[in-house]
Nanobody
Framework: VQLQASGGGLVQAGGSLRLSCVASGFTADYINIGWFRQAPGKEREGMASISRSGGSKYYADSVKGRFTISVDNAKNTVYLQMNSLKPEDTAVYYC????????????????????????WGQGTLVTVSS
């Protein structure tokens, strides 16, 4: 599966952006889609993940209540709606697709790690000004 992320840009603190991740190719193969971000000088971190059906969603504590992940399978697109943006949300955002399955005990943590994913899109830059 190939992934194309878009929607980044410059926004003031408190504003909103919606990122899109369009999947193409053998899209029936993946189980989860995740959104990650990498700020300058920092490691890449998982923000949100959604199952193929859209029935399971997971969020990092730092974005819970502000970010919402959703899927439109008819368009092979996963969205990340980002509200109440803060300067510390500034980063390059990546989407990723994964085929790994996890137990119910591990899934909430595992799908926010890079281990869960084997296909990555290019990043889209989000800059939040204060």
């Amino acid at each position: 599966v190939q992934l194309q992320a878009s929607g980044g840009g410059l926004v003031q603190a408190g504003g909103s952006l919606r990122l899109s991740c369009v999947a193409s190719g053998f899209t029936a193969d993946y189980i989860n889609i995740g959104w990650f971000r990498q700020a300058p000088g920092k490691e890449r971190e998982g923000m949100a993940s959604i199952s193929r059906s859209g029935g399971s969603k997971y969020y990092a504590d730092s974005v819970k209540g502000r970010f919402t992940i959703s899927v439109d399978n008819a368009k092979n697109t996963v969205y990340l709606q980002m509200n109440s943006l803060k300067p510390e949300d500034t980063a390059v955002y990546y989407c990723a697709a994964g085929r790994r399955k996890f137990s119910e005990y591990d899934v909430a943590t595992a799908v926010l790690t890079e281990f869960a994913y084997n296909n990555w899109g290019q990043g889209t830059l989000v800059t939040v000004s204060s």
